[in-house]
T-cell receptor, first 117, second 113 residues
Framework: AQTVTQSQPEMSVQEAETVTLSCTYDTSESDYYLFWYKQPPSRQMILVIRQEAYKQQNATENRFSVNFQKAAKSFSLKISDSQLGDAAMYFCAYSPDYGGSQGNLIFGKGTKLSVKP | DGGITQSPKYLFRKEGQNVTLSCEQNLNHDAMYWYRQDPGQGLRLIYYSQIVNDFQKGDIAEGYSVSREKKESFPLTVTSAQKNPTAFYLC????????????FGQGTRLTVV
């Protein structure tokens, strides 16, 4: 069975600094998707960034980027120039490639990120 | 605006009662999902449906039931057989085919009193 592990229950970063959240996963599949979701206090799940396993290039979305190491089954999230609005729970998630449907997700337990002014 | 609507936002249930959580989407997505979130835990999949009139159990389906009579709607019933139903419930939808991620509703907080 696939699993997702986030080893950092809590992290803290100074405003404008850079922070990296860790995620490892276990799967025997070769095709899959990886995601980072943000859950602010409103509890709305917001997609931050997505990585297709077949792509070697790391995904980037503005201040958010990932370090995808397929052989090591590692998928870390880097947040640059941290802002107060980045404070939230961050969940790493895995989805098998079931005909393009990406909602059958396996989540890690999350990392609570605090941003200090 | 297109999106996913969950109702109600807060729900209270007496022990021994069944309760139904609503999830409606107007995104024309084929697939819909129900997740449960407990404190200190990630989301866990309860049920999912890839097409109308068909659905599959997720990792924690015991004590729950669903129906998918319409493409837009995927209600979740929490039955009295669910031992610990107090939790936050999230509904999501996604297209099948294409390269698009899932979209989530705003959730329902269920409390057993």
């Amino acid at each position: 069975a696939q699993t997702v592990t986030q080893s950092q229950p809590e992290m803290s970063v100074q405003e404008a600094e850079t922070v990296t959240l860790s995620c490892t996963y276990d799967t025997s599949e070769s095709d899959y998707y990886l995601f980072w979701y943000k859950q602010p206090p409103s509890r709305q799940m917001i997609l931050v960034i997505r990585q297709e396993a077949y792509k070697q290039q790391n995904a980037t979305e503005n201040r958010f980027s990932v370090n995808f190491q397929k052989a090591a089954k590692s998928f870390s999230l880097k947040i640059s120039d941290s802002q107060l609005g980045d404070a939230a729970m961050y969940f790493c998630a895995y989805s098998p490639d079931y005909g393009g449907s990406q909602g059958n997700l396996i989540f890690g337990k999350g990392t609570k990120l605090s941003v200090k002014p | 605006d297109g999106g996913i609507t969950q109702s109600p936002k807060y729900l209270f249930r007496k022990e021994g009662q069944n309760v139904t959580l609503s999830c409606e989407q107007n995104l024309n997505h084929d697939a819909m999902y129900w997740y449960r979130q407990d404190p200190g835990q990630g989301l866990r999949l309860i049920y999912y449906s890839q097409i109308v009139n068909d659905f599959q159990k997720g990792d924690i389906a015991e004590g729950y039931s669903v129906s998918r009579e319409k493409k837009e709607s995927f209600p979740l019933t929490v039955t009295s057989a669910q031992k610990n139903p107090t939790a936050f419930y999230l509904c999501a939808s996604s297209p099948t085919g294409g390269n698009t991620e899932a979209f989530f509703g705003q959730g329902t907080r269920l409390t057993v009193v």
